[in-house]
């Protein structure tokens, strides 16, 4: 059984086995990681085998500080400005990889570019110090399933395929990362997160355009943002999105004071609206819920403000055909 307390002594163990170019989960504000040697082709290998990720799909290296990831990747004034404000932090930026950065291929897919991102959870902090090396970490689940909140979501995907799963109890945001490219001046955001856009906008004082405002009108070209596949974070019963009323057999998943009645299984993922709580209990609901085994789970609609946009993505991908 690879879950263990995160305790100094199993936090250096962990971070030894990663050094040998074993996979450690561990948590982060966002959600659970998988993590091997960034600068490790073979380990990295490991992470897509774990998760059946499809290997188009870059992974984001999790680096201690500024100072580690500017050894990685080249950081324009704007991209420094964000990582001052925001790191440690759930904001993952997409920089031009440095050519010394030592980061693998396989974690880059052979893009030009890398993500990178300071993570703020103490047991983060502490492996990444006592590792010393850059750690590549996706969500440790299988490849488009429901993103992990808690150790034993974990072990329920992968099993004893970590060498270490450090149980740092439920993690604070419960949704991944913010995405932006800083790679250019004019910063597009390739996937909305746990970092309300609004808040880096307000520190670059200009407007930050999403991925699908920002297709070139003379190619058609969209920035990249390989990965964000259609299909995603699915948990096995179907989703009924924007569900005002209830059908036989479905579970609810609800938001709010005002819930439809409902005799079968049903979560709030908070009572009083407030989108932030709703973030950190999405992905744990839709497990429990889906546990149940539903004929769908129908979900009540989401704003789509601050935080609401990066839940409705999840529930987007969550709901499109598999
Ligand atoms: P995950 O590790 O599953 O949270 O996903 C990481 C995501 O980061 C990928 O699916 C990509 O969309 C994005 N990403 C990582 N590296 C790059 C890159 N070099 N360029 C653009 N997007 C990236
Ligand atoms: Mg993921």
């Known amino acids: 059984m690879p879950l263990v307390k995160p305790t100094p002594e199993n936090i250096a163990a962990a971070a030894e086995a990663l050094r040998l170019g074993e996979l450690v989960a561990f948590p982060t504000e966002t959600v659970y990681g998988l993590g091997a040697d960034a600068t490790n082709s073979r380990a990295v290998a490991r992470v897509f085998e774990a998760k059946g990720r499809p290997r188009f799909n870059p992974l984001i290296a999790h680096v201690a500080d500024l100072a580690s990831a500017e050894r990685i990747a080249y950081f324009p004034p704007h991209a420094h400005k964000l990582a001052e404000a925001f790191w440690p932090g759930p904001l993952t930026l997409v920089l031009r990889r440095r050519p010394t950065g030592k980061i693998s291929d396989f974690v880059t897919v052979g893009l030009e570019t890398v993500a990178v991102r300071v993570p703020a959870h103490p047991v983060a902090s502490a492996l990444l110090a006592a590792a010393a090396i850059p750690i590549a970490a996706p969500s440790a689940n299988r490849s488009g399933h429901v993103s992990p909140t808690l150790a034993s979501h974990v072990y329920d995907d992968l099993g004893d395929l970590p060498a270490f799963i450090l149980d740092g109890g439920p993690t604070a945001h419960g949704l991944e990362s913010t995405i932006l490219d800083a790679s250019e001046p004019d910063v597009v955001q390739l996937r909305a997160g746990a970092l309300d856009l609004e808040a880096t906008e307000r520190v670059l004082g ?111 991908r969550g709901a499109a055909p598999r």
């Open 206 to 316: 200009t407007r930050i355009r999403r991925a699908a405002e920002a297709v070139d009108p003379a190619t058609g070209e969209r920035p990249i943002a390989p990965g964000q596949l259609a299909s995603h974070y699915a948990p096995g019963a179907p989703l009924r999105l924007d569900a005002t009323d209830l059908r036989p057999g479905e579970a609810l998943l609800a938001l709010g004071p005002d819930v439809p009645r409902h005799a079968g299984p049903t979560i709030n993922l908070s009572p009083t609206g407030d989108l932030v709580e709703a973030g950190a209990n999405l992905f744990a609901a839709l497990r429990a819920l889906d546990a149940a085994h539903p004929t769908a789970i129908a979900v009540m609609p989401i704003p789509d403000t601050g935080i609401g946009e990066a839940i409705n993505d999840r529930l987007r």
